[in-house]
């Protein structure tokens, strides 16, 4: 795999995040390309060839959620660009705004055209301040040198980019929730239908895409969607920025070309090298905190045997039973000395915490899956804690408003299919759990449930 890099390729070059630099460096052209020589549907049509999918977790095709795009006669149009990342494991945009702010302001002016946007937003994680800095002064010098404003590089289209720092709050990064956040109101997530794509901000046709995604827009614009869509395998075309954190050599955020394996993003020279202090892996949660945990015979493997690959398709291989998903690419691995009830514990704290409390199955059934779990962490549970967990699980599972509750239940639910036996030994020798020393847990006495 050659590791061909379409948005990190000049993060190197030093000053790339100034506008001089980046301009030099061959940036804006897509602006320029989009703007004087094509219409807004030719590169909704190229976006669409591309087969370019939402980088924010979904992977929802991009180009068809822009064709949804309701263009009623004078009504604002809106592009939102997701860009609060608070996802455990996740930390690939925070990366790419901070090297090379420029690449998300040109994406969302090529964007912005496409869609018919005059007035776009960039919604960034409370906790991102710095980086909300960096992003105004790349708007400011965009701005000063033509690309933003009054009838850009003279083609008769206006732009506004305006950022907006969230309170903090996790659910604000579910699109509806983030909307409403923008209006000013409390972060609760909306019921759909109607999609934001009918009625969005200020209830008018809005499109939200994750950073990622709209950067990935310049690629495509620059060289085509046909040339993005020759990368990658299937129908998970392109690149991927993939951050890997854990017990690794060398953690951090990768540009990878989608098929490429999981065993070679992992032992890789030119990606983690390995598991840190020569330990074995004993398990990778490969797309968030939100996503199934693997145990490590299948992490590289699908339980058909074949290679694991880093695309959708591949990484979520064996459904709910054996697979997982891709997810946002936050890339968690654990070595052998870890404990997953203490991790599967760690995210229930999260989730109970980051819940917004609308529907009684995700406001109740997170903060119990947290009770269970943390007096089985420490010592206090019994055998049929397990099955209540399990029970609990199904009851959040679907029956929420917005997709917080399933992403709190399937991490659990995974945890016990693929690592019983570790939830027993935490009942059976309680001493043991409190010493912290785990171990593997053999292959052969791990029920595939
Ligand atoms: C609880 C929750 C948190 C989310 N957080 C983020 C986030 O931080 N960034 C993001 O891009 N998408 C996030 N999403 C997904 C968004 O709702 C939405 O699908 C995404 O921004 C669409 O962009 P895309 O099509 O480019 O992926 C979250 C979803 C949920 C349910
Ligand atoms: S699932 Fe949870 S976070 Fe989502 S709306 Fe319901 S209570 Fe709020």
Not at 72 to 87: F, H, M, Q, T
Not at 241 to 252: D, M, Q, T, Y
Not at 255 to 284: P, Q, T, W
Not at 315 to 328: I, N, Q, R, T, W
Request: hydrophobic residues 35%; proline residues 5%.
């Amino acid at each position: 795999m050659s590791g061909k890099k379409l948005l990190l390729e000049n993060i190197e070059i030093p000053g790339i995040e100034t506008f001089e630099i980046y301009r030099k460096s061959g940036g804006y052209a897509s602006v320029e390309k989009a703007l004087k020589t094509m219409s807004p549907d030719a590169v909704v049509e190229e976006v669409k060839k591309s087969g370019l999918r939402g980088r924010g977790g979904a992977g929802f095709s991009t180009g068809l959620k822009w064709s949804f795009l309701a263009k009623p006669e004078g009504v604002p149009r809106y592009l939102v660009c997701n860009a609060d990342e608070s996802e455990p494991g996740t930390f690939k945009d925070r990366y790419l705004m901070e090297k090379i702010p420029h690449l998300l302001i040109e994406g969302m002016i090529t964007a912005s055209y496409a869609l018919g946007a005059n007035q776009s937003f960039i919604y960034i994680r409370g906790e991102y301040m710095w980086i909300l800095r960096i992003l105004q002064q790349a708007i400011a010098e965009a701005h000063q040198h033509g690309f933003l404003g009054k009838n850009i590089l003279g083609s008769g289209y206006d732009l506004e980019l305006v950022v907006a720092p969230g309170g903090g709050a996790y659910i604000c990064g579910e699109e509806t929730a983030l909307l409403e956040s923008l209006e000013g109101k409390r972060g609760n997530p909306r019921m759909k239908p109607p999609f934001p794509a009918v009625k969005g901000l200020w209830g008018c046709p809005t499109v939200v895409n994750n950073v990622e995604t709209i950067a990935a827009v310049v690629p495509i614009v620059n060289h085509g969607g046909e040339h993005y869509a020759s990368i990658g395998i299937g129908k998970s075309t392109g690149t991927k920025l993939i951050s890997a954190c854990g017990n690794l050599v060398r953690p951090g955020v990768y540009e990878i070309e989608m098929g490429l394996s999981v065993e070679e993003f992992i032992y890789g020279d030119n990606y983690c090298r390995g598991i840190a202090n020569g330990k074995k892996l004993k398990a990778c949660v490969p797309g968030g905190s939100s996503v199934p945990i693997l145990p490590h015979y299948l992490v590289c493997k699908t339980e058909a045997g074949q290679d694991r690959l880093m695309t959708y398709e591949s990484l979520a291989d064996g459904g709910f039973k054996s697979g997982s998903m891709l997810g946002s690419g936050g890339f968690i691995v654990f070595d052998e000395d870890q404990c997953v009830v203490r991790n599967t514990w760690n995210f229930a704290r999260f989730y109970a915490h980051e819940s917004c409390g609308q529907c009684s199955p995700c406001r109740e059934g997170t903060g119990w899956m947290e009770k269970v779990l943390n007096r089985l962490e420490h010592g206090h549970g019994n055998l049929r804690d397990i099955d209540l967990l399990a029970d609990i699980n199904k009851k959040i599972e679907g029956n929420t408003i917005c997709p917080l509750g399933d992403a709190a239940a399937w991490p659990v639910a995974a945890a016990i299919r693929h690592f019983r036996d570790e939830f027993e030994w935490h009942v059976k020798e309680p001493q043991g759990a409190q010493k912290r020393n785990y171990g593997m847990i053999e292959e052969k006495s791990t029920t595939l449930a």
